[in-house]
């Protein structure tokens, strides 16, 4: 459930409003215009409200007239009312009379004095007519209350038909060319190269269709006299998962038949390319090599599925549990068959004078780590390679033959 809106009373900050430029200018353009602007008109639970950063509403109060307009922005509902009451040209009577005409309150409450809940009411609209026609419209001069209450027109219904544009900010259609740039930077991510334009207008087509499908609203702009002079569509966002899956869908796409060395020696790296080596790592550890073409098809498989390289990994080692039972506890315990493989392949390698860059590639390791009835030992496996014709040209064979040369010699006397 969304959070209530919340009033409390927080800083103030005031500001003359210089419509021609100069240093007020550019304090408006930090307080409401831009992504980062201090205030925004947002909506929660249907109603619209400014806010600022934290989601509080707040109120935009104007005073004064002509080139002395000021503004300041209050969380303060209290503060707001008593600024508007105090300012207000012919003080509270005139004020109740404005709000009366406007269509705020209606003649009962008028006549009753209730007035409070239709200027609260005015004090909101003021505000996000205020901050959307600067944010939106371009305009750079905020209108008094006394000019704003004149502008409505009454509907008759106790309420107004308001000039302004009502735009919900967070359900804007997504705009082609950001639409372009986000599947441009996540190809650029998973593929090492820059997205081309089918795949630019497939994810945009895709989003905007989903945009479209998740709920039409048409958003009217009028003017002071509550003609409309303008018309927008505004489709529900897309949820993150949704959004991530569109994206995802023009990956896989483009993995389809695509060279793995393409993927493999771009300069600007990329995700699949990761994805290929921990996959091909793996399969290295639990005896099952891969190639890379192997390992992509894999990917493309997997590819957009939430820890698809983990599982794929747990696959790899459970298959090693049944192809090399005689190291199951080992690696159930969280070891790898290269673990155990490298220690022979760094016997044999020591034995012959040779190097092994890849242990689960010798018949003789494999042989050792496979043989029916458990493990070969290693003094066996060190006797196996001592039986193996190169080791006659070791050093290690050269040294022990002289040595059982000399001791036959000293046996028969032929040295002291």
Known sequence: MAEPIQFFGGTSSAVNINPSG??????????????????????????QYVADKNGYQH???????????????????????????????????A??????????????????????????????????????????????????????LMAQKPTGTGGTSKAGTWKDTSTDLTDKGDAYKEINDYILDNLGREATQEEKDAFYNDIHARELKSGVQTVSTRDATGKITKTQKLGAPVSADERIGALNTVVKKALDGVDVNTILTSTKGSKVATDIAKLQKAAADYGQPMTAAE?????????????????????????????????????????????????????????????LTDSMADKDVVAAITKDGGLMSTADFT??????????????????AANFADTILKSFGFMG
């Open 22 to 47: 100069g240093s007020a200018t550019s304090l408006i353009d930090s307080d409401f215009f831009g992504d980062n602007a201090r205030y925004q008109v947002v909506t929660k639970n249907g109603q």
């Open 59 to 93: 109120f935009v109060i104007i005073t004064g007239s002509g080139k002395n307009i000021k503004y300041q922005v209050t969380g303060d509902l209290n503060k707001a009312q008593a600024a508007y009451i105090k300012n207000f040209p012919g003080g509270l009577p």
């Open 95 to 148: 004020l109740k009379k404005a709000l009366l005409k406007s269509g705020y309150i209606k003649q009962v409450e008028y006549d009753n004095n209730n007035y409070i809940g239709g200027l609260v009411n005015a004090i909101s609209d003021l505000s996000i007519q205020s901050v959307q026609g600067y944010a939106y419209e371009g305009k750079t001069e905020f209108a008094p209350m006394s000019s704003f």
């Open 295 to 355: 390992a992509l098809k894999k990917v493309q498989e997997g590819f957009g599925m939430a820890d698809y390289i983990a599982k794929q990994t747990e696959r790899l080692r459970l298959n090693s549990m049944t192809m090399f039972s005689n190291l199951k506890d080992h690696i159930n315990n969280g070891g790898t068959v290269k673990d155990i493989a490298d220690q022979y392949a760094l016997i044999k390698a020591r034995k012959l004078g040779i190097a």
């Open 383 to 400: 006797r196996q390679m001592q039986a193996n014709p190169l080791w006659g040209q070791t050093e290690e064979a050269h040294g022990i």
